[in-house]
């Protein structure tokens, strides 16, 4: 059965089928073929597959980001990266960097961040001299970071997925979310001191002080998210709901950039987005409880544990492997469909989970800015309006930096390790 699901599915994908239909209609096939199951057993599955209460988190993530973005939150916290970094040759795509990498601590959505920061990034990084492709490619990349500094709805899903501890997985995301944005500040420093942009970046750039000031709500709020949560305060969900109501005060009675015409559109927004991610959620689901079924797991977990000599040829194996998938499946679902059958194998061979799953969130999260299904391409390609083909010629230098971060993440445990030690063992 498993064998002819994967069959269908990876058919299904070569013929352009949407994600979530091509998973849903190769476990209907497993279903309808394989078992003696009445096709009612799916919806049922598609029903059990979203009634979790972490899972909750993921609409009111997406919805805190688009609230931020209309309620002048974002342009705050431009205006903030700008006073700390947008003095320099290249300040102005650090602050791309520093601005996505704020905005991670509050939305948890790269396509969000994407939008968000790029909306107003890429515009002045184009009136500053910048190629606009090189723009789009920047914040693409930077983006990646909305799923890696928590909170992070990637990392939810891990967590439900796994049993992991999600507050834990969140807390584990700093250190490798830093690495990576520190090492991106460096590389676009050096790009521009070698290709003569950016010397006018500072022209225009409000003082630390005023920046500050009026960023100061904004500022507050991954406070209130993060902090709550290792508070002890609220759960990672009702964190999300604090997100939502903080964001939507912020935007419509201090700042007043919201008004009651502007809800609807983001409502709507926000309904769209999540239902897809729900969609994908609930099909990967129905798929992954037909191959437990089956043992496939279990039995995938054991063959890879003694395949494998030690935990770091396994890893670097599982990255290689993830890189590949990240460019063709969606997040979620690999991490659905990939996450129980991968860490039950790297447990085995001593991995921790929450390193493991950290490294998996960052691999996947590769796959958004990665040809031919990368998500933040697509999004940035849109603000930007330019095409994806004309981002490649700078994009292959910023994945080559996120993969060597990926691989030092990988083998220092303690980057990811260090918080979550410190904070809850």
């Not at 990672?236 to 997100?243: K, W």
Request: net charge neutral.
């Amino acid at each position: 059965m498993s064998g002819a699901m994967l069959t269908a599915m990876l058919v299904l994908f070569a013929a352009s089928i949407p994600v979530a239909i091509a998973i849903g209609i190769a476990a209907i096939v497993g279903i309808a073929g394989f078992t003696s199951f009445p096709l009612i057993v799916a919806a049922q599955q598609l029903f059990v597959a979203l009634d979790r209460f972490p899972l909750a988190a993921i609409p009111f993530f997406i919805l805190a980001g688009n609230l931020m973005e209309v309620g002048g939150i974002s342009r705050r916290l431009v205006e903030f990266a700008r006073s700390i970094v947008g003095g320099i040759q290249g300040g102005l795509p650090a602050t791309c960097v520093v601005t996505c990498m704020i905005f991670a601590a509050i939305s948890g959505s790269s396509v969000a961040t994407t939008f968000a920061i790029g909306s107003i990034m890429i515009p002045a990084l184009v009136r500053a001299g910048y190629p606009v492709a090189f723009a789009a490619a920047l914040q693409a990349t930077a983006a990646e970071l909305g799923v890696i500094i928590p909170p992070s709805i990637p990392m939810i899903l891990y967590g439900v997925t796994t049993q992991t501890s999600i507050p834990e997985l969140f807390i584990a995301g700093f250190g490798p979310g830093i690495l990576i944005g520190g090492a991106l500040i460096a590389t676009v420093l050096v790009w521009c001191r070698l290709k003569g942009w950016g010397k006018q970046d500072g022209v225009g750039r409000l003082s630390f002080a005023t920046a500050t000031k009026q960023a100061g709500f904004a500022l507050f709020m991954p406070v209130v998210v993060l902090g709550g949560i290792y508070g002890g305060i609220t759960t990672p969900t009702e964190a999300s709901v604090l997100a939502v109501i903080y964001a939507l005060l912020v935007g419509m009675f201090l700042h007043r950039e919201i008004g009651w015409r502007d809800l609807f559109p983001i409502f709507r927004k926000s309904v769209i987005s999540s239902a897809v991610i729900m969609f994908i959620i609930a099909c990967a689901a129905v798929f992954s409880w037909l191959l437990n079924r089956q043992g496939v797991p279990d039995a995938a977990a054991a063959w890879l544990a003694t395949s494998f000599d030690s935990a770091a040829y396994y890893l670097l194996v599982v990255n290689l492997f993830l890189f590949v998938v990240g460019m063709f499946v969606e997040t979620s679902a690999s991490i659905i469909v990939l996450a129980p059958i991968l860490q039950e194998a790297a447990e085995r061979l001593g991995v921790d989970g929450v390193h493991f799953g950290t490294v998996m969130v960052v691999n996947l999260a590769l796959g958004m800015i990665t040809p031919p299904f990368g998500v933040n391409l697509f999004a940035a390609a849109q603000v930007a309006r330019c095409g994806v083909d004309q981002m490649m010629r700078y994009l292959g230098v910023f994945i080559a930096v996120i993969f060597a971060c990926l691989m030092v993440i990988t083998y220092v445990p303690w980057i990811t390790m260090a918080l979550p030690h410190l904070v809850f063992r």
